[in-house]
């Protein structure tokens, strides 16, 4: 017998229109969303449907979790898992402000998409993360060694300067065209970034949110 697998886009962060789908019982956006996953899930031939729960605001937008249920998911080779969390990941819905972060968890595995491209079983990545053209560069570069992407703010809050900003360094490579010849602007961008995070999370009532969730918050704010 196949046990089904939820594939789990978390978070996902949206301005929802307050009208709602009559048949579904689902916002415009939201259902979009599910439409959107459903269009994933037919491009992999991966049977399945999706779904969207409710799960609370933060700083005053509504929260939801994607859930994909697919019985096929845990069978396909790795390349092709990183590609539908990929794909999951993209999802773009127009005028909708949203943040994405994607998980499946099969079984007593957890696979989950990082920001920075890196994909991980359980605590084994499973991939190589986004390389960037400054991969040549000295590990002692101030951009390197960052160690926060899978961290919790409260790890955050405790870590050196050095580590945040390194951190802060991938996430704007991930997500920024960024110009290797222009160091300066990029640290300036990577710094802007960390202290963002760093206001953000100083209350500590947010310690157990994930960075990477709080770094997609400050990255639309700062990079629009």
Excluded at 1 to 26: D, E, Q, R, V
Excluded at 56 to 85: C, H, N, Q, W
Excluded at 95 to 106: C, D, K, R, Y
Excluded at 109 to 116: T, V
């Amino acid at each position: 017998m196949k046990i089904k697998f939820k594939l789990i886009i978390l978070p996902l962060l949206c301005c929802l229109l307050l009208s709602s789908c009559a048949s579904s019982g689902h916002s415009l956006y939201e259902q979009s969303y599910i439409d959107e996953a459903k269009k994933v899930l037919t491009e992999f031939n991966l049977s399945g449907d999706a779904k969207m729960e409710y799960k609370g605001k933060m700083e005053g937008y509504k929260r939801f979790d994607l859930i994909v249920e697919s019985e096929d998911f845990e069978a396909l080779p790795d390349k092709t898992k990183i590609a539908v969390l990929k794909r999951l990941y993209d999802i773009d819905v127009e005028n909708a402000f949203f943040v994405v972060l994607a998980e499946v968890f099969s079984h007593e595995n957890r696979y989950a998409y990082h920001y920075d491209g890196s994909v991980y079983k359980n605590s084994e990545q499973i991939n190589s993360p986004l390389a960037s053209s400054a991969s040549s560069s000295s590990s002692s570069s101030w951009f390197s060694g960052g160690t926060l992407h899978k961290s919790y703010v409260a790890e955050w809050r405790k870590a050196s300067y050095t580590n945040r900003l390194a951190t802060a360094a991938d996430f704007v490579a991930a997500t920024q065209e960024v110009d290797y010849s222009n160091l300066n602007e990029f640290k300036a961008w990577a710094t802007d970034l960390e202290t963002c995070i760093s206001t953000a999370v100083s209350g500590g009532d947010v310690d157990t949110e994930l960075v990477s969730f709080i770094s997609s918050l400050c990255t639309v704010q700062l990079f629009p």
